[in-house]
């Protein structure tokens, strides 16, 4: 077998309709598009997503709620169980987090979260920090300094 010997199977390849050629064609007059109305007319297909016929879209309908930013701050999330593994008096700042594969970008910030008990005493730095992490971080010796004001809310 030779690549010119090789066809397509049988219906495949169907040819394209081809409509308002006249009567004899079986496709004039409305095109197959039937009779009357928004669709069957040349811009029929340009009326809004949503359009309910006149009656009040339901998008309209419903009330405003919630707000959600389109630049919102997406922190790397480090829970302080995590920090267990590491020395007492150790300094956590991004570089330290980001050596030990606790956060994926130096870029982004990052913020540690009061999931689990700490046994250690830490230093922070240079990051984001919940509540109730911060008062199990002073509770256990540790202190908190230079927040990023510019992603505390």
Known sequence: ???????????????????????????GRTSCRGEKGQKSR???????RGFEGGQ????RRLPKVGFRS?????HQVVNLERLNAFENGTVVDASFL???GLIESLQRPFKILGDGEIKK??????GAVSKTARDKIIKAGGRIEAMAEKFQK
């Open 56 to 59: 009040s879209c339901l998008i």
């Open 121 to 126: 005493t830490f230093v922070i730095r240079g």
């Open 98 to 100: 980001k050596a030990q």
């Open 42 to 48: 040349g811009t029929g297909h340009l009326f809004v």
């Open 70 to 74: 389109h630049r919102p701050v997406l």
């Open 1 to 27: 077998m030779h690549l010119h010997e090789i066809k397509s199977p049988q219906g495949s390849r169907k040819r394209r309709k081809i409509v308002g050629r006249g009567q004899g064609s079986g496709h």
